[in-house]
C-alpha cells in the first residue's frame, strides 16, 4: 500500500495559479489509478480529477480547461496544476490511490487551498 503526501497549497488571489503534488512512498505506484478529491468547509469530498495508470484523465465540468492532472510514475507522484482560481475552490485537497488488482485504496491527509483576495 502507498502512503500519499500532498503538498503545494496555500493562499492565491482570483486568477492566480497553484500546482500540488502527491508524492507517493511504497512500491508499485504505476500500478495505481490516481485522484484528487477536494472538500470545502460544509461540503462533501467531491472528486477534481483523475488520471488512470494508461494516462486516460477525466475532470469535474467546472475545472475544465482550468485544472490539469498528470503523473510522473518514475518519480512515484502526480500533480495538479491548477489556472485561473476562484474563490469557490477553497477547499482542502487530497490525493487519492486505487490499485487495479488489488483493490487497496489510500488517501493522503489533504492540503489547504484557500483563493482570496
Known amino acids: 500500500q502507498v502512503q500519499l503526501v500532498e503538498s503545494g497549497g496555500g493562499l492565491v488571489q482570483p486568477g492566480g495559479s497553484l500546482r500540488l503534488s502527491c508524492a507517493a512512498s511504497?512500491?508499485?505506484?504505476?500500478?495505481?489509478?490516481l485522484a484528487w478529491y477536494r472538500q470545502g468547509q460544509g461540503k462533501q469530498r467531491e472528486m477534481v480529477a483523475s488520471?488512470?495508470?494508461?494516462?486516460?484523465?477525466d475532470y469535474m465540468s467546472s475545472v475544465k480547461g482550468r485544472f490539469f492532472i498528470f503523473r510522473d510514475d518514475p518519480r512515484n507522484t502526480v500533480f495538479l496544476r491548477m489556472n485561473d482560481l476562484r474563490p469557490e475552490d477553497t477547499a482542502v485537497y487530497y490525493c487519492?490511490?486505487?490499485?487495479?488488482?488489488?483493490?487497496?485504496?489510500?488517501w493522503g491527509r489533504g492540503t489547504q487551498v484557500t483563493v482570496s483576495t
Open positions: 511504497g512500491t508499485d505506484f504505476s500500478a495505481y489509478d
Open positions: 488520471i488512470s495508470t494508461d494516462y486516460y484523465t
Open positions: 487519492y490511490g486505487h490499485h487495479r488488482q488489488s483493490g487497496v485504496q489510500s
